[in-house]
């Protein structure tokens, strides 16, 4: 039984062992660890707290105000005066603010308009704009901003993921360059060792002059040096790709594949400007545009003259000090009306406004009509190397045949090392020319979904 459970045992861990030894971070996986745990990410996600934060700063203009205050004064064991003023403001979003307040005053010489009775004195009432801030006014306005500022953070949020994505994208595909070509130039210099070995044993047999052995080492000495400068652009490579991976995360376990593009022609089967416009960099400068509007809204405003009305109705005690009464002829009210003459400051910061704005549209313009030629000719290329792709691929098939033919001629003592070496040569340099292509590719797939925005 114990042997039984032994064997059962060791299988299960051998499993194990070899899954880890197995187990490969793909290219999908690797992009959800940058994505989950790169501090750029990470940076990017504070963005979303940022919008809640500006959104909330906003609304404080709306807040209920409360002050309350209180002066008094003695002399000579006389109360000159004691006044005590409370007050609560409730601003709205309509052009007033709903005020109530209590005040309670006493003394010797008080001033007669502060008089109140002795349970004090109530009042609730309006303060309103009739003119200028009626529509729009300064907490109306920076709500608005705060909705386009919040949505400029969310914006810049997407930008960063986007940058992120592009630069960590592409440093996998350097490596896998490297780590495609380090494989393909590996096993040239298997085969270059084997042609050594080959060559060697004939001259021993006397099939072949001792020249040739010298220039099958040359060969050898030739790939392990191709080799060696493949393996210190692959150690390059690897080192940038961990910038992007979490700090001890095995990268030796890398997938070398890549998964097979899917833009067969998406970003063409609808309105391109419209995808173009989806980018971060547009977007965020449509927002600026709306945020300088909005400012021009409330800069206009202020050319109208300021017409503020306040209506407080007064309410004293009666026998209950405690149960406050109103008749029409307790009433506070008051009109304020002021206006400058020239308006030379409200008339310039509208024209800066404007400018500002019109600055925004031209830069609009040429960034839309650069993103879309740029898109374009990403586009075309992705196509040409597509159509390089399969060219190449015919190109590797057909090195490979007449490598295997010259390898069959050299068996038969009918080929060179020379003439050997040259097909090989050519065979690697296209399977090399091939995974070029093929990285490139993706690349410019890349370079297309960060500038249409289309992961």
């Known amino acids: 039984m114990r042997k039984v459970f032994f064997s059962i045992a060791m299988s ?105 009775p002795t349970s004090g004195l109530w ?32 914006n810049e949020r997407q930008k960063l993921l986007n940058e992120l994505k ?95 593009d899917s833009l067969e022609n998406p970003f063409f089967s609808q309105d391109i400007m419209a995808v173009v416009s989806a980018n971060p960099e547009i977007r965020d ?18 050319l109208k003259p300021k017409l503020k009305i306040k209506l407080n109705p007064l309410f004293g005690s009666s026998g209950d000090p405690d149960i406050p009464f109103f008749t029409s002829t307790n009433v506070q009210y008051g009109l304020d009306f002021s206006m400058p003459i020239q308006r030379r400051s409200e008339k310039a910061q509208i024209q800066l406004n404007e400018l500002k704005a019109e600055g925004g549209r031209q830069e609009l313009l040429f960034k839309r009509d650069q993103m879309l030629n740029k898109a374009i000719a990403a586009y075309e290329q992705f196509k040409l190397l597509g159509d390089q792709v399969e060219i190449q691929t015919q190109n590797v098939i057909n090195s490979r045949k007449l490598l295997e033919g010259e390898r069959e001629k050299f068996s038969y003592g009918e080929s060179s090392v020379f003439l050997l070496n040259k097909r090989q040569e050519k065979f690697i340099a296209n399977r090399l020319k091939l995974v070029e292509l093929r990285v490139g590719r993706f690349a410019m797939e890349t370079e297309l979904r960060f500038l249409l925005n289309e992961w």
């Open 12 to 116: 299960l861990l051998l499993h194990y062992l070899l899954q880890g030894q197995t187990e490969v971070l793909s290219y999908d996986s690797y992009m959800e660890e940058v994505l989950k745990s790169h501090p750029i990410s990470k940076a990017a996600d504070l963005k979303i707290s940022v919008a809640e934060a500006i959104a909330l700063n906003a609304e404080g203009a709306f807040d209920t105000r409360i002050q309350s205050g209180f002066s008094g004064k003695e002399f000579g064991r006389k109360n000159y005066y004691r006044v005590w003023d409370t007050e609560a403001e409730l601003p709205t979003p309509y052009g007033f603010s709903v005020k109530g307040g209590y005040s309670l005053a006493s003394g010797n010489y008080l001033n007669p308009e502060a008089n109140t």
């Open 123 to 154: 009042s609730i009432g309006i303060e309103a704009n009739l003119w200028q801030g009626l529509l729009i006014d300064e907490a109306r306005t920076g709500r608005r901003l705060a909705e386009i500022n919040g949505a400029r953070s969310l």
């Open 166 to 260: 592009y630069q960590a994208g592409l440093a996998y595909l350097n490596w896998q360059l490297y780590k495609e070509s380090v494989i393909i130039l590996e096993e040239g210099l298997e085969l270059a060792q084997e042609y050594l070995n080959a060559t060697r044993e004939s001259f021993l047999n006397g099939d072949k002059p001792a020249i040739d052995t010298l220039e099958a080492y040359l060969i050898v000495g030739e790939g392990e040096a191709l080799l060696n400068k493949g393996k210190m652009g692959l150690q390059k490579a690897l080192a940038n790709m961990e910038n992007y991976l979490p700090e001890g995360r095995e990268t030796q376990n890398l997938d070398p594949s890549r998964l097979e």
């Open 285 to 302: 400068k449509e927002l600026l545009i709306r945020s300088y509007e909005i400012e021009g809204d409330l800069k206009r405003e202020k």
